[in-house]
């Protein structure tokens, strides 16, 4: 019975070995969460890295770069690596040479429109692996402005704040001491290019502000860390 223990452990180790051994697998996918246009600069690429492991007995081996689920760039040892789909000219090929890793790609002049998922798919013909990620393309604004007056009555205070040309869609709020105004009225708009602006209104009565008074405007960017703040005194007269 012991001996029949020992033979089953023993084989157990050993298809353990065949597989770690005559195997592909991602080790490590390296896709940043975040990546900011900056907008007074030309934007440094975007490399994104799959490190791996294969088997030295495997064959037939391919690797795969996916965009939401459509594939952007192919490696295969006997014809190296190629772009493909809406990436075709974006990605640059000759990065393999540079880094030593058929799974190192480089997009160039990145934009908004690739906030996605990234998947790393490796197989030969016995084994397959994947991995995913998201990515997030920020594009900070081109103007944030805040604005306190006296309404036209001079018994109301106009409160416009506005963020403009921001991806991915932003969140707009207003305060006044630590008040958080709900009564506001917000314009959203997308232009061709996918960009956000928002703008929000609202009117206070003189009489619920002192002298003088912080008005506060804030913005997140949905799904993002990246925040703003402006800040404003009024003081009535």
């Not at 033979?7 to 180790?13: H, Y």
């Not at 106009?158 to 963020?163: G, L």
């Not at 960017?221 to 003081?235: A, H, Q, S």
Request: hydrophobic share 40%; with cysteine.
């Amino acid at each position: 019975m012991a001996s029949g223990r020992v033979l089953c452990a023993t084989l157990l180790a050993w298809l353990t070995l065949l597989t770690v051994t005559h195997s592909v697998r991602i080790t490590n996918l390296r896709v940043p969460h975040t990546y900011t246009l900056e907008r007074d600069n030309e934007p440094d690429p975007l490399v994104l890295d799959c490190e791996y492991e294969i088997g030295p007995s495997e064959k037939g081996f391919v690797l795969k770069w996916l965009f939401n689920n459509h594939s952007i760039y192919q490696w295969i040892p006997s014809v190296k690596g190629f772009a493909m789909g809406f990436m075709k000219s974006k990605i640059d090929t000759k990065i393999f040479s540079m880094e030593g890793s058929p799974g190192v790609i480089s997009i160039k002049n990145p934009d908004w429109n690739m906030t996605g998922e990234y998947t790393c798919a490796v197989q030969t013909f016995e084994t397959t692996d994947k991995r995913s990620a998201r990515l997030q393309i920020i594009v900070p604004e081109s103007d944030f402005m805040l604005e306190a007056r006296m309404g036209g009555a001079q018994s109301d205070v106009d409160i416009m704040c506005a963020v403009q040309h921001v991806f991915p869609q932003p969140i707009l709020s207003v305060m006044f001491d630590t008040h958080v105004l709900d009564s506001v009225l917000t314009q959203l708009d997308q232009d061709p290019s996918g960009l956000y602006s928002m703008t929000v209104r609202t009117r206070i009565p003189r009489d619920q502000l002192e002298s003088p008074t912080p008005i506060t405007c804030a913005f997140i960017l949905i799904g993002t860390n990246y925040t703003k703040r402006r800040e404003t005194i009024f003081y009535g007269k």
